[in-house]
Each structure stands twice: as structure tokens, then as C-alpha cells.
């Protein structure tokens, strides 16, 4: 573990000095905004650190929240904000194109899994095979994320509603959950892992990137149903998580569908010279990409666009960084 974080940091340092010169192009300066979706804590701490390195005149400003509360503080509280990276793309789609931003790259996955630490209740005794019967019983205590806020909290519901084909086990989620109060869904993912560390609670829904970077154990799920394979995104659709809308007031149905992470510059960016390098250095496979591996965070290469049309719309650095694909 300790030669894992050495060899981590280690990359994280060098890709300053594995892209172009910073004489050759043009050096950004000022505050630049980014609100993320609390997942993608650790890789972007370190991208931050690597991207302010090569631009020592631009100060990055991180505001970590759930992806939906993200895209809220831009639609609704008209926060400033330069880039804006989701953990399910979808919510940029749905919140904030076309009004608030043009374009949507999808730049990485995740797959759901269950985790817990050597003092949760019945750690010895949890597996792949038996986990949905430790969560049934009373003296277990377990959370997720708040699907309303949270992509990870409705993926959470999605995978209790897929157990239920994939065990044979009809009125299963409905189960669970009844053991699951409702003081133990919190607004980010990455809330709960304090809580799993402490004692005070014994399992969490969170991605496997997370897991790997908190030094969580972690049970694997079979790929049916951990949303981690876009292979059995026909499977997942099955799974319908009702959360709250555009709106206020307002509902809407997310599907189920394989985990893919989105970022988008925003159409007024306070510092939109400062934004396209971020942006370029996020995708660039020797800069924000391969901290995103190292960081178990499995990046897109290449990261893509949905069509032409959006690839169109994209400005010259990224182009040539990003494809069309599915």
C-alpha cells in the first residue's frame, strides 16, 4: 500500500513535466471555479496540485458536493462557476445543457460496491454471495448517499432494486431499505466513509475508485448489477430511481445505465482562459487522465462526445483530445 501511494505521487508530479513546455503557450492567471461531485475528491486534489504547478498564476478554487447540488448552485442559485464535473453525466444533460453549458465529455467510469472496515459488524462472516442477508439484520447498520442530491445515492437504490433479479428475491430492496433509517442517507458519498471509519456505521454504498482511495475494504458485485459495465446497461435500465426534478417541486426518473462521469465548461465562466486549460490538462492522457488511474479512477482514452455535434462546438485544444462515441 505505502509503494502504491509513493508511485502515485509520484505520477501525479511528473505529468507537469510530460506535456508542452510552459513557454509555448499562453499563461492563464486568477481564481478559477470548480464545482465536482464529491468521488472525484482525491484524483482532483491532485490534479489541482499538478495543474497549478505548470500555471502558478492560476488559483484553483474546489467546491465539493453532490453532482445534482452542483448543477443546482449554477441553474438555480446562479453561483459562479467555470467547470462543472458530474459523476453521472446525465445530470449535466438533464440540468444544465443548453441553457447553462454547451457540451458534455464523458472522461470516466466507476462501479458500484459495498464497503465496510475490520471492526463493521459480521466483517468476518460478509461476502459476495451473502451480503444482502447481513443487511437485513437489525443490529447492522448501513447508509448511502442522498439520491436526491447525489448520483451515487440513487445508483445505491438501482443496485437494491437489481438484487432483487439477479438473487431471485422479489420484495428484497424493499427489505433492506426498511432497515435503513433515513439518518443514515447523507447529502455526499464520501460523508459516509468518516462514519465507516469511526465505528459509526458498519456499511456504505460508495464507488470502488473511493473504496481503493480510503483504504475501505469492499465487496464486489457481479457486473449485472453493479452498473460498471455498459454491457449490461439493458439489464440496468430495469432499475428506476424517482428523484427530485429540474424545478423546484418537480420529479423526475432516472434509469438505470453503466456509471460514466461527465465535465462541462460553463457558458459565462468567469475565467474562461484559465477554464480551457483545465479542461486540456484534465483530458490529456499524460496529465489529468493518468492521475485519474493512478488514483483507481478509470479514465476514458479518449475521452468522447455523444455526436459530431457537440464535437463541433468543442474549442480547437480539445479536439484534438476528444472523439465521437457511445
Given at each position: 500500500m505505502l509503494l502504491l501511494k509513493k508511485s502515485f505521487y509520484c505520477i501525479c508530479f511528473l505529468v507537469v513535466f510530460l506535456i508542452l513546455p510552459v513557454s509555448a503557450v499562453a499563461q492563464p492567471a486568477g481564481k478559477l471555479i470548480i464545482f465536482h461531485a464529491g468521488s472525484l475528491t482525491v484524483p482532483m486534489a491532485s490534479i489541482e496540485r499538478a495543474f497549478e504547478a505548470?500555471?502558478?498564476?492560476?488559483?484553483?478554487?474546489?467546491?465539493?458536493?453532490?453532482?445534482?447540488?452542483?448543477?443546482?448552485?449554477?441553474?438555480?442559485?446562479?453561483?459562479?462557476?467555470?467547470?462543472?464535473?458530474?459523476?453521472?453525466?446525465k445530470v449535466i444533460d438533464k440540468l444544465l445543457i443548453p441553457?447553462?453549458?454547451?457540451?458534455?465529455?464523458?472522461?470516466?467510469?466507476?462501479?458500484?460496491?459495498?464497503?465496510?472496515?475490520?471492526?463493521?459488524?459480521?466483517?468476518?462472516?460478509?461476502?459476495?454471495?451473502?451480503?444482502?442477508?447481513?443487511?437485513?439484520?437489525?443490529?447492522?447498520?448501513?447508509?448511502?448517499?442522498?439520491?436526491?442530491?447525489?448520483?451515487c445515492g440513487y445508483r445505491s437504490l438501482m443496485v437494491l432494486q437489481l438484487a432483487e433479479n439477479c438473487y431471485r428475491k422479489p420484495g428484497l430492496a424493499k427489505r433492506l431499505l426498511k432497515n435503513r433509517p433515513l439518518a443514515n442517507i447523507r447529502p455526499k458519498s464520501v460523508e459516509l466513509i468518516s462514519l465507516l471509519q469511526t465505528g459509526n456505521m458498519d456499511y456504505a454504498w460508495e464507488y470502488r475508485s473511493v473504496a481503493i482511495q480510503h483504504g475501505l475494504r469492499y465487496i464486489e458485485l457481479p457486473a449485472s448489477i453493479n452498473l460498471g459495465d455498459y454491457r449490461y446497461d439493458n439489464d440496468y435500465r430495469q432499475a428506476v430511481v424517482t428523484v427530485t426534478g429540474k424545478k423546484p417541486g418537480t420529479t423526475m426518473d432516472i434509469k438505470g445505465k453503466s456509471i460514466t462521469y461527465g465535465v462541462t465548461l460553463i457558458k459565462d465562466a468567469p475565467n474562461r482562459e484559465a477554464a480551457e486549460a483545465f479542461m486540456a490538462f484534465l483530458l490529456s492522457p499524460d496529465g489529468g487522465l493518468q492521475i485519474l488511474k493512478a488514483a483507481g479512477q478509470p479514465p476514458f482514452d479518449p475521452p468522447r462526445v455523444a455526436d459530431q455535434d457537440d464535437f463541433n462546438k468543442l474549442f480547437p485544444a480539445l479536439k484534438k483530445l476528444v472523439t465521437v462515441g457511445q
Open positions: 505548470r500555471y502558478p498564476k492560476v488559483d484553483v478554487l474546489r467546491e465539493v458536493a453532490g453532482s445534482q447540488k452542483c448543477a443546482r448552485k449554477i441553474s438555480e442559485l446562479k453561483k459562479p462557476c467555470d467547470i462543472m464535473a458530474s459523476a453521472d453525466y441553457e447553462f453549458a454547451t457540451w458534455n465529455i464523458r472522461f470516466a467510469s466507476n462501479r458500484m460496491v459495498l464497503c465496510y472496515t475490520d471492526t463493521s459488524a459480521y466483517a468476518g462472516q460478509i461476502s459476495p454471495d451473502n451480503w444482502y442477508d447481513i443487511l437485513v439484520r437489525p443490529d447492522v447498520i448501513w447508509g448511502h448517499a442522498d439520491p436526491n442530491v447525489d448520483p
